[in-house]
């Protein structure tokens, strides 16, 4: 199990390597990406199952026991969300793939797409493993450079600003993050996760809290907390369409999950998170509106993560083993669904030629299909039942009824905002597909990588997409033992000992 | 039960491969699942009017999330309704639609998972369960009243309807949750038979009468329902008078034998529900189209039910359960009485509809029968209903009785004028109108639905043994008063003068036609405004919210991270203050040289304004913390910093030959550039001031360090410690760090070589626009 | 090994200022303003790694006595801290380069879609129909709106089109 | 490559410029940008700087230096033959892509780190290996040697990469869009 739990790291990035050295042939390049990443997302499967059985599955790098030595650990919540994006990264894969053969022919290598693209993964995945705060940093940097290059890779005038906005708000907060990490060295003596845990509480509380609110902020510009989130929704919308999908998908909840780890293994508290509470009410309402506003399909998606990611913070705030637990839920279901609404988009782009919404119209008869590849995913989003986004809201909701006012009147907010995302998701739907059917637009920028026609998509992108609405349907189906799973992982992360005791051994 | 349900929904998502074959056999096909479930209902009619049958499925336990389902006396009627009644529209559906109509198709799998979904909701005995398929009617009855979505009208009406319902939905799920949290369980039979009481229980019955209200269309929020007639007329008899907007109700009626007691609870029932049969029989009044008349006479009559089945008492509940009934039965063949006017003539304007009484008799007398049971005449099972009615009211007594009484008798008084005016504007030959035309005689299909569910009215009427049968499980869960049985006759008392009141009154007041329709087209208040109000506002205040926030300046994205930065971390140390009492100056003479150098250059920075010696300066400080390192015993990092820094300076020099000499951005006066200071120099004296704090406040020595140094030599064959670390101990980071100057160095390539193959063009507005030639092939094979 | 790495007034004011300047910079238009502040800053927190460590000490290289010998590990996660901040200079540097040519200058620029909500006069986006918009800024590159053909809502209301 | 200024007709620009490449291989750039002292140090220095590169790399288990910083002095040492030599003469197609010699530095590290479970050791996990050399007698090898390597030739391989793009992609663009360099 030790070898199998490093494999999610390394193999991405030797497929990268090999994909780099053997730049010249595309079937190669695609071939290895797929089946990196279908391996991934099957050893995921297995450490989840493994890890959910007979606890945390560790691996100490090199032989080396923690703290020496770097440990990867795979916990419930941390095989979880690796399966989950694994598999949404494997099905964008897919989509970009097929998106490429039907705009430049099977012929075409990519030179940067393949290895970035498997070392965004390989970071990701390092990211949800290391049992390291240094190795996490590491981790974003492996992750976020190769999203700097993903969303740069087409750059034009228009877009180059986005990448500018991405790549300097992304640089500011790995700057903060060494920052942090050296003060938490200085003031503990280890990086290690495990290790930290128990010097930390040896601290003075409110130093402690100094170091708690210094990673919250690190890691609340990479999950896009308001106020930290401005970036997002000029940045997200400019990226080719797969890239933004994946970035949608998976970015802000290794952001999230970054926060959720540290805050619950480092700075246990007993009590819901005032300020947390604070900060969901105003993600949740601010992204919500910010969605209302919007006339570009891909920012509106954009606007409305931020407001989800509020809905996970609620979960954190309140703090305890259930809304923990349900915050890792909604974590999960929420990857697949933002990437499959950015798919949509991009299949709703190439349809229309635009992403301007009054430009659109009519797509209900003309692409029935397409329609019910966006339904599902919506109604998933504004969370109604019975997808996967009502289980994981309900999960937070009762969570928070049953710890205090204060997160009573939050899970108010939980319902407004629900609302409001339903409101901005009708409003697509009303604009996108009723309506009047308007021709396609000639498109902008003809050599780009949306070719606007039906005849140039390819059903390997419908497909993938439909994949990751199966995905997102199998959680709801499955709801009970995933539910019953996340309950478990909330348990251990409050609890802490478990990790603990599977990093540093009996006697921590 | 839940088999039941999901043979609908499974059908229901087959179903467009029968509708591409024949779609009046996919309404066909579509009648069957109702049908069947009606027959299964009935065959278990002994068990549900005693004990109740139950299933229940798991789905998500650990959140109290399972599909329990309970047929009692309650969801028996309600089934009729929903599958019995839903079974008949179907059919009348196959006659209705045009053979090659478009909507057809999308029709018949709606509404077959629409009775699905009501099905579900239903058989419910668990709160999570009855809210799923809560949201699921929504959803069907969206779609289907939006159809197409060609038309503005029907998206308006669809979005509306939606949106009101989702509201009050998600603010019934909240409720729904703080229920469950106090009950300890969401099963409904166990939380009524203990209901819970407290602060938090308040809200949620607030909140889920919320969610009743607004399904049902009630006060102030029953506008969609109207609106919601644009739908195909045979939609609007099952979604919007028969079946979905009676689930309100029904909530109340699940929930009133736990909770009627509470203030909290009737008193909101009572009231919006009297004000909203008033309000809707009096728009009723003013209505030329047909279809919107029985709109709001729905409206009216769902006030009338919350009245009825929300005011804990068990005559009451008896006369709603019949009313529940009765309501069906007369609501919808009324609906499709329209339709089939409708689908003859072309028009469903009373004022241009005459003389239909002689054209269409056979529509005509089923209608009458059917507008007579609204209206409350014996022996039809309405009269039975609201006689029940009257008796439970009137025998209560006290003010809240005689409030409701005459409240009712007001109510049943408009009731009979706007049954008088339906039947008038349908059927009657109005002088100076000349008689319409019929194009399309009904069919048997059309019609034959009508005469059922209007004879069944006339047949359940008489049989009042059988209904009472029926209603009486539900109603005995209040405490047996008075021993009132549903009845024709129960002798001459105040009910049958009210009764009689009511249908002397309400025919007078139609007589005064003329009058009332002046009168009631001045409504001070207007719904539906607030309505739209509502909407635009929420609109408004996301343009302005977002229009302030989101400026699109990256400084000042920047400025807000760190100001948070400054504001969160900073804050708390500057409480915590604990500044270290034995901190030194320096702890080595040369750092404070090197030091000096550092800052100079730093400081020099920024006032630099050409490139090069930016360049130059950063290199400075570079070397100077090459040399910090160096004082600090660190070689290694030293060495490595050095190079770093002079590659660095080189590849900036490449970079510079291209740029101009100076920044280009303009210089900024002093005002402009303050608040850039201020907010660095705090976070510059931030990050530095809780940098010593924490470092003073180091809680033991470096966990690790000891190790390294003892296992270097002999485990990792090294004895440079760092070199040991690097490539042995933290290995991986390793890994990861020659990972990122990997994927750098593509994007480096990508990026620069990609210019060459730019190409500009000229573009609408004029302007020049720059195309990227990455990802061009040629650009491709380069960076290969 | 140092128990208390208390970081002392010197090397304090000079983290301070290092910080505050790459802040400085960090929050200008310029783009190669802004990367110099990402050197300067990078150069900063790896100064702070490293003083995270402890005072000066002796090089931690076997043979000189461990008591003396100065903490390793920090020193190790400068140096990688050192190679990716590298790295990323660079590749801002390529970015930076590539705006420069593609739009003729290296300042950021505000983002034009925000710059049109925020211009717009509070006149919301109506949510039911999507003829009923208000006029878009004229620099809207893709304002060659379609007329729309929107029928009466009378005649809807009427419910004409049920016929079949 | 354009190379306007080799057809340079003027006689007493080019009378003393070297017209082969006479000290290092590559192309022949113009004489214009040609350096006589630049060239000679660099033929001089070059390989002296490659062998003190592989020494640091080897002796960095010992003492200050690794596969990092022996990488980068490498690199450096190619910075100085790009200035001197030009853009033609490195990476144009006759020696090894600069791509290529990053995806081999970055796949011997990867493969490092897997090796070991080849033989029965974990991920990453070390060990001594010993050899005996015809000439050098017994020699002992950490493994970790292989990781080192692998980070050496990514590293010369990145600043190839750089010397690559921001060297001569940029000097090209200039030439292309008419500017004259600065520096």
Known sequence: MSTVITLPVLLPMLGAAVTVVFARSPVLQRVVGVVVLAVVAALAGVLLVVADGSGPVVAELGGWAAPVGIALVADRLSALLLLVSTLVTLAVLVYAIDQRIADYGRGTASTTFHPMYLMLSAGVSLAYLTGDLFTLFVAFEVMLTASYVLISRRTTATRVRAGMTYVTVSLMSSLLFLTAIAMVYAATGTVNLADLAGRMDALPAELRTVLGLMLLVVFGIKAAIVPLHFWLPDSYPNAPGPVAALFAGLLTKVGFYAMLRTQTLLFSRDEPWTLMLVLAVATMLIGALGALAQNDLNRLLSFLLVSHIGFMLFGLAVFDAESVGGAALYAAHHITVLATLFLVSGLITRRTGTVALDQMGGLVGTAPGLAVLFVIPALTLAGIPPTAGFVAKLALLEAGVGAGSGPVAVAGVVIVASLLTLVALVRVWVRVFWGEPRPALPDDDPDDEVVVGTAATAAPMYAATAGLVAVSLAISVFAGPLTAMTDRAGVDLLDRGPYRVAVLGDAP | ?784 | MIIIPTINLTMAATIAVLYAVGFYLLLSRSLMRVLIGVVVLGHASNLLLQLAGGPPARPPIIGTDPAAMADPLPQALALTAIVITFALTTFLLALGYRSFVLVGHDEVQDDVEDRRIGGQKADPVALESADDDPPDDSDDPSSDRIASTDDDVEAAATGERERP | MAEPDRADPDPEQAWDGPRQPWLLNGDCRGPRHRSLLLEITTRAVFPTVLVFSVYLLLVGHYGPGGGFSAGLVAGLAFVLRHIAGGGGDLGSGRAVRPPTVIGAGMAVGVVSALLPLAFGLRVLESAKLGAALPVLGAVEVQTSLFLEVGVYLLIVGVVLELLRSLGSGIERDLEESGERARQ
């Open chain 2, 1 to 784: 039960m839940l088999a039941l349900v999901l043979a609908h929904l499974v059908l229901a998502g087959l179903l467009p491969m029968v509708s591409a074959r024949s779609r009046p056999a996919a309404f066909a096909v579509a009648a069957l699942p109702p049908s069947i479930t009606l027959l299964w209902a009935f065959s278990q009619t002994g068990a549900a009017l005693g004990a109740g049958v139950t299933e229940s499925v798991p789905w998500a336990p650990a959140l109290g999330l399972t599909l329990s389902f309970r047929l009692d006396a309650l969801a028996l009627v309600m089934i009729i309704l929903v599958s019995g009644v839903g079974a008949v529209i179907l059919v009348h559906c196959i006659g209705y639609f045009a053979p090659d109509s478009p909507q057809a198709t999308r029709s018949a799998a709606l509404l077959l998972a629409f009775a699905g979904a009501m099905l579900g909701l239903v058989l419910a005995d668990d709160l999570l369960t009855l809210y799923v398929f809560w949201e699921l009617t929504s959803i069907a009855s969206f779609l289907l009243v939006g159809q197409g979505g060609e038309r503005r009208a029907e998206r308006r009406a669809a979005v509306q309807a939606l949106l009101v319902t989702v509201f009050g939905g998600l603010a019934m799920l909240l409720g729904f949750v703080l229920l469950g949290e106090a009950a300890g369980t969401y099963r409904i039979s166990e939380i009524l038979a203990d209901p819970p009481r407290g602060g938090l229980v308040t809200v949620a019955l607030v909140l889920v009468l919320l969610g009743a209200f607004t399904k049902s269309a009630q006060l102030p929020f029953h506008p969609w329902l109207p609106a919601a007639m644009v739908a195909p007329t045979p939609v609007s008899a099952y979604l919007h008078a028969a079946s979905m907007v009676k689930a309100g109700v029904y909530l109340v009626a699940r929930l009133s034998p736990g909770f009627a007691d509470l203030p909290v609870w009737w008193g909101p029932v009572v009231v919006v529900g009297l004000g909203t049969m008033l309000v809707g029989g009096w728009r009723a009044l003013a209505e030329t189209d047909l279809k919107k008349l029985l709109a709001f006479g729905t409206v009216s009559q769902l006030g009338f039910l919350m009245v009825l089945l929300g005011a804990g008492q068990r005559t009451a509940a008896l006369a709603g359960t019949a009313m529940l009934l009765a309501h069906a039965l007369f609501k919808a063949p009324l609906f499709l009485a329209v339709g089939t006017i409708d689908h003859a003539t072309g028009t469903r304007d009373l004022r241009k509809l005459s003389g239909l009484r002689t054209a269409l008799p056979g529509t005509a007398i089923a209608a009458t029968l059917a507008a007579a049971s609204m209206a409350g005449v014996p022996p039809l099972l309405g009269f039975v209903g609201k006689e029940a009615a009257f008796e439970a009211f009137v025998s209560e007594g006290g003010a809240r009785g005689y409030l409701l009484a005459f409240g009712v008798l007001a109510g049943s008084v408009l009731t009979v004028a706007y049954s008088a005016r339906f039947l008038w504007g349908a059927f009657a030959a109005k002088p100076g109108v000349e008689p319409t035309a019929v194009r399309h005689p009904p069919g048997a299909l059309l019609t034959g639905p009508i005469w059922l569910c209007a004879l069944a009215g006339l047949l359940l009427g008489t049989a009042y043994v059988l209904v009472d049968l029926l209603t009486e499980p539900y109603s005995a869960l209040y405490p047996d008063e008075h021993g009132y049985h549903l009845a024709l006759w129960h002798g001459f008392n105040v009910p049958l003068l009210f009764t009689a009141i009511a249908l002397g009154g309400g025919l007078l007041l139609h007589r005064a036609r003329g009058t009332v329709d002046a009168l009631s087209h001045h409504s001070p208040v207007d719904a539906q405004r607030g309505y739209r109000a509502t909407v635009e506002g929420v609109s408004r205040l996301a343009v302005a919210v977002t229009g302030r926030l989101q400026a699109g300046s990256l400084p000042l994205y920047l400025g807000a991270i760190l100001v948070t930065f400054v504001l969160l971390p900073g804050v708390a140390a500057v409480l915590a203050g604990q500044w270290p009492v034995d901190q030194l100056v320096y702890d080595s003479v040369l750092q404070v040289p090197l030091a000096l150098v550092v800052v100079v250059a730093a400081l020099a920075l920024t006032r630099s304004h050409r490139r090069f010696t930016a360049v130059l300066l950063v290199g400075v400080i570079g070397y100077g913390v090459g040399g910090l390192f160096i004082v600090d015993g660190a070689p290694d990092l030293a060495l490595a910093q050095f190079l770093v820094e002079t590659l660095s300076l080189v590849a900036f020099v490449f970079v510079l030959r291209r740029l101009p000499s100076h920044f280009t951005e303009r210089r900024a006066t002093l005002r402009s550039r303050l608040p850039r200071l201020v907010i660095a120099a705090v976070g510059g004296l931030t990050v530095a001031g809780i940098a010593v704090v924490l470092s003073a406040a180091r809680v033991g020595p470096a966990a690790v360090s000891a190790e390294f140094v003892r296992l270097a030599p002999a485990e990792a064959g090294a004895t440079n410690v760092v070199s040991a670390i690097i490539v042995d101990f933290r290995a991986l980071d390793t890994v990861g760090e020659i990972g990122v100057l990997f994927i750098a160095a593509a994007g480096v390539s990508s990026l620069v070589l990609a210019t060459r193959y730019d190409t500009r063009r000229k573009r609408r507005s004029g302007g020049d626009e720059v195309r990227s030639g990455q990802n061009d092939p040629e650009h491709e094979r380069e960076v290969l």
